[in-house]
């Protein structure tokens, strides 16, 4: 997708401290989350504890981009402006290989093939500033 | 020191077509409809010594510190305060809130207050969140809401279960029933199964009349203990049983298991402290913002098995004449739904036990139960009540 100042898009992410890395990756194409060195697990949306067992102690990794997706529905309708060139497409929630689970998109051309537990692996839409979206496709 | 703890007075503002009948703001709503509850149980305005209040008026501004909007405009000095916002459920957690400050002595009259006039303002906006903080995870990805997140539990229950986009029906086409016996009620003109799956696709596999109505709505209820009250007030008053509520998330991305609400623990908390069972409950009163949150909601109190819920409301068990009837006013799929409903079923099922439900009262109305959801599946509060 094009961006320019006169078309209306999604909602840019307003990135904070925390956040920053997992946008940073994201503009550069990858896909990184942190882990806690305390329960081993990944976390997604990243912050400053882990949401399972409140440890401050996060490494960050790059993640496989692998997941598939746990459930989905269709935006018939766009939520705002900048959606109203993307009615209608896929918002599902993709359980990661690593863990955590992401709401996220998969782009389609196929809205019938959409399933749950189908594979999907990671892609990026590059939005307005730096900021790249992960966003899914069927693997 | 615990007291009992009763709810003594309502007030439900009137509408017409979905819209305030009497066109007053948000503030003046709340504050007619507090003195009007206050009447009903046969106090005044001066005993009042405790508000409760939550909604999605005026942010920012006059809303931000909403309480002490709601205070100033009512009039009154309360010592005790609660602005506690979960969504639709924050009108019954306040039912529980409330009842711990009286049973402790810390109030004696507690106000609850909410109006909306989202339909008359055509302020509805809950997709504006801007993308920033929990909501640059979210808001980027054009989830329509709230109705998407209800649409990914839905596609999740019917994986997992089989339940039916007929069975989801069921529930609205019930709801539909009940608001005919509803005079108050803005939607009651014929509905069956197969306009429901025609109306147009929203959000799959939710349908435009799987959801809610947008009206405004707005009113009071007020807590207090027995001893404050009058002869013919006492009489009249429900007492509050059982009361427990929950918190998971506010994104759906963060919700553990989407085919399982928060209600799976608050309610069997209420049923405890009320000390009853499924089948001491003559009226159900539970939250439905979308069909799905209903069927949801039935699994999570247990009234039928994890999955079950597709067949338990077949046949037209919870509308009326059925083995199991709930949401008496037509609900928030066919009465009224003012964004955060959570207190209107608490007026419905006062009305009921008070004996005040005209056509659809039902037969035996001695225990009621409530159960609001409020976000994306993020929150609920059971209530238990009783007018004995």
């Excluded at chain 1, 976390?43 to 981009?65: K, M, N, V």
């Amino acid at each position: 997708m094009t961006t320019d100042s006169a078309t209306p898009t999604r909602p840019i992410p307003i990135v904070d401290t925390i956040t920053a890395r997992f946008w940073k990756a994201a503009s550069e194409g990858r896909l990184e989350l942190p882990r806690c060195n305390a329960c081993d697990r990944v976390h997604y949306y990243p912050r400053a504890i882990c949401p399972h067992c409140g440890s401050e102690d996060l490494t960050w990794e790059q993640l496989s981009g692998r997941g598939a997706i746990y459930s989905w529905t269709v935006s018939r309708r766009p939520p705002g402006a900048g959606f109203k060139a993307l009615v209608p497409y896929v918002v599902a929630l993709i359980d990661l290989e690593e863990g955590p689970r992401m709401l996220s998109n998969v782009r389609t051309d196929d809205l019938d093939s959409i399933a749950i537990g189908m594979a999907v692996t990671v892609d990026f839409e590059a939005l307005a500033g730096d900021i790249s979206l992960p966003i899914f496709r069927p693997a | 020191m615990t007291r009992d703890v009763v709810i003594a007075g309502i007030a439900e503002a009137g509408l017409d077509k979905g819209v305030f009948a009497e066109p007053v703001s948000v503030l003046d709503i709340q504050a007619q409809c507090a003195s009007r509850a206050v009447a009903d149980a046969g106090l005044q305005m001066a005993d009042v010594d405790g508000l409760l209040t939550a909604g999605l008026w005026a942010v920012p501004g006059a809303g931000t510190l909403m309480p002490l909007s709601v205070v100033e405009h009512l009039g009154i000095k309360p010592r005790f305060v609660d602005g506690t916002n979960i969504g639709g459920s924050a009108f019954d957690a306040h039912v529980a809130h409330a009842a711990m400050a009286i049973e402790k002595g810390y109030c004696d009259v507690a106000v609850i207050t909410y109006a909306s006039d989202q339909r008359s303002a055509s302020g509805r906006n809950l997709a504006g969140k801007p993308p920033e903080l929990n909501m640059q995870f979210d808001s980027p990805f054009g989830l329509l809401t709230p109705i998407g997140s209800y649409a990914l539990a839905a596609q999740r229950h019917m994986h997992e279960y089989g339940t039916t986009s007929e069975q989801l029906a069921e529930i609205a086409v019930a709801a539909r029933r009940w608001a005919q016996l509803n005079p108050a009620a803005t939607k009651r003109d014929d509905l069956s199964i197969d306009d429901v799956l025609s109306s147009s696709m929203i959000s799959d596999p939710l349908h435009k009349l799987d959801a809610c109505l947008v009206t405004d709505g707005g009113g009071a209820v007020v807590v207090t203990t027995p001893e404050k009250l009058g002869a013919a007030a006492r009489k009249r008053a429900v007492y509050v049983r059982g009361y427990g509520e929950s918190v998971s998330h506010w994104t759906i991305n963060s919700m553990p298991d989407l085919t399982t609400t928060p209600a799976a623990k608050s309610g069997p908390v209420a049923m405890q402290m009320a000390g009853v069972t499924h089948a001491d409950l003559d009226v159900v009163q539970i939250y439905d913002s979308f069909t799905i949150t209903v069927l949801l909601t039935l699994e999570a109190l247990g009234f039928c098995k994890p999955g079950e819920g597709g067949a338990f409301v077949e046949n037209g068990r919870i509308a009326p004449g059925g083995a199991f009837p709930m949401n008496t006013s037509g609900g928030g799929l066919s009465c009224s739904h003012p964004g955060m409903y959570g207190m209107f079923l608490l007026f419905e099922a006062v009305r009921q036990l008070r004996g005040d439900a005209g056509e659809r009262q039902l037969e035996k109305a001695t225990t009621a139960l409530v159960n609001g959801t409020g976000g994306g599946l993020s929150s609920t509060a059971t209530v238990v009540m009783s007018n004995r």
